[in-house]
């Protein structure tokens, strides 16, 4: 018996119980939702395996839906498009936004079985690979870090991963982690020192993740350098991380009379802060949440706007680990069905946020931060423009007295979305 969970998602309850009965008659388990509502509720209780979704329901198109799902970070199950009516963009414009598949109805049983089968398949092998730097954002510094990474994977040899406490070491070194090979990393500290051709051994093949040798002592390095020494016998890729820099790595007095730093340095990748990916914060919040609702039954909560940008002006000195331990700390704290508000992610954070009752003057709070109401004034002085200019952003530079790319990245910075393309338009 298979125990694979499908999502099917489908308005039309004739499609929906032939499909079921097909599927469960192959072994494989099935969830039903008849519009998009309660897909989203299904998905919120649980990841399925891969979702069946059909593109024309009556409340919420499919593509609406899995735009939702890749914006809040739920697409991470693979999704088989269905429609009896769809052109070939509809399927290119699903392909781009993550649905791994397109299905034409009516729906021929073997094609049926085989794309289920594949999308299963693919699933499995994400599962196998861990979690994806997709999960880290897609703000320009992650973006970067992905060509890094896509070009250190093509050279041989151990890999540096470097940055600041708390960075998503472990996530990013999986990238380098290939479906049905080894992942492994010491038990103990010591096993490193201890049993070091067993953990080689262990990894054959695969990756040998070592952790952050910034924290290490002496002993612990040198036995890092025994394994550098083996690894090619065992066909073994070992990735470290050092929360200081090669070159603070080298000065250190654990790294005195040991190689360690010099064998690590050909492939070194710089893993950028937190507080450098401001505009990735919701995704990542909801990332954080769907994680705790799935590996620790905590129920999933909402951060109110104003709690949100409390978190994206945060600065972060223990990165992702910090934030992680932040958003899980609100969410248990949240009462049954409520916001987080912005005071309890402000006191999460030690900081004092004004009550609601606070002071307005000229439509500002002045009991704000400083920085707060600057980019408060800021983001309104700008939409003001937009809207005067009926967003010709030639216009808008023009009387702001800012170059366009310059006046672009500001307006990212603020959090104001505008489609350069509707705006070229508007200034033919």
């Known amino acids: 018996m298979r125990s694979s969970d499908i999502l099917i998602v489908d308005d039309e309850v004739g499609i929906r119980d032939l499909l079921?009965?097909?599927?469960q008659d192959e072994g494989y388990t099935v969830t039903l939702a008849e519009n998009a509502e309660e897909a989203r509720q299904l998905r919120h209780q649980t990841r399925p395996a891969m979702v069946l979704l059909d593109i024309w329901m009556p409340d919420c198109d499919g593509i609406t839906l899995l735009k939702e799902w890749a914006k809040?970070?739920?697409?991470?199950?693979?999704?088989?498009?269905?429609?009896?009516?769809?052109?070939?963009?509809?399927?290119v414009e699903a392909t781009k936004i993550g649905a791994l598949d397109f299905l034409e109805k009516p729906i021929a049983l073997q094609k049926l079985l085989s794309t289920v089968d594949r999308a299963l398949k693919h699933g499995e092998m994400q599962a196998a690979a861990g979690l994806s730097l997709d999960r880290l954002g897609n703000s320009p510094v992650i973006q970067e870090l992905n060509q890094k990474l896509e070009?250190?994977?093509?050279?041989?040899?151990?890999?540096?991963?470097?940055?600041?406490?708390?960075?998503p070491f472990e996530w990013v070194a999986r990238y380098f982690h290939k479906s049905g090979t080894p992942w492994a990393e010491p038990g103990k500290i010591e096993h490193i020192v201890d049993t070091p051709l067993e953990l080689l051994q262990k990894a054959g093949g695969g990756i040998l993740y070592v952790g952050d040798i910034a924290q290490y002592?002496?002993?612990?390095?040198?036995?890092?350098?025994?394994?550098?020494?083996?690894?090619?016998?065992?066909?073994?890729?070992?990735?470290?991380?050092?929360?200081?820099?090669?070159?603070?790595?080298?000065?250190?007095?654990?790294?005195?009379?040991?190689?360690?730093?010099?064998?690590?340095?050909?492939?070194?990748?710089?893993?950028?802060?937190?507080?450098?990916?401001?505009?990735?914060?919701?995704?990542?919040?909801?990332?954080?949440?769907?994680?705790?609702?799935e590996t620790q039954k905590i129920p999933l909560v909402k951060f109110s706007s104003g709690a949100l940008a409390v978190l994206r002006q945060y600065e972060w000195p223990g990165n992702f680990e910090q934030l992680r331990t932040v958003?899980?700390?609100?969410?248990?704290?949240?009462?049954?069905?409520?916001?987080?508000?912005?005071?309890?992610?402000?006191?999460?954070?030690?900081?004092?946020?004004?009550?609601?009752?606070?002071?307005?003057?000229?439509?500002?709070?002045?009991?704000?931060?400083?920085?707060?109401?600057?980019?408060?004034?800021?983001?309104?002085?700008?939409?003001?423009?937009?809207?005067?200019?009926?967003?010709?952003?030639?216009?808008?530079?023009?009387?702001?007295?800012?170059?366009?790319?310059?006046?672009?990245?500001k307006l990212k910075q603020l959090g104001i979305s505008v489609s350069r393309r509707n705006s070229d338009k508007s200034e033919d």
């Open 151 to 167: 070009a250190a994977s093509k050279q041989s040899g151990p890999v540096l991963l470097t940055g600041e406490a708390g960075s």
């Open 327 to 409: 958003v899980k700390n609100l969410a248990l704290e949240a009462a049954d069905g409520e916001e987080v508000q912005e005071q309890a992610a402000a006191a999460a954070l030690g900081q004092n946020v004004p009550s609601v009752s606070s002071e307005m003057v000229g439509g500002f709070n002045f009991n704000m931060p400083l920085r707060e109401l600057r980019e408060e004034l800021e983001r309104r002085y700008f939409e003001y423009h937009i809207a005067q200019e009926n967003q010709n952003m030639s216009r808008v530079a023009q009387k702001v007295g800012l170059e366009r790319t310059h006046l672009y990245r």
């Open 72 to 91: 809040n970070g739920q697409l991470n199950m693979p999704v088989v498009m269905m429609s009896g009516h769809a052109s070939i963009d509809t399927a």
């Open 20 to 23: 079921s009965e097909i599927l």
């Open 217 to 293: 002592s002496k002993n612990i390095q040198n036995g890092i350098v025994f394994l550098l020494s083996k690894a090619d016998r065992y066909n073994v890729r070992i990735v470290a991380a050092s929360s200081r820099s090669a070159e603070e790595l080298a000065g250190s007095p654990a790294a005195a009379d040991n190689k360690l730093p010099g064998l690590l340095s050909k492939i070194t990748v710089n893993v950028p802060p937190l507080r450098s990916q401001p505009d990735d914060m919701v995704f990542l919040v909801n990332q954080i949440l769907i994680e705790l609702a």
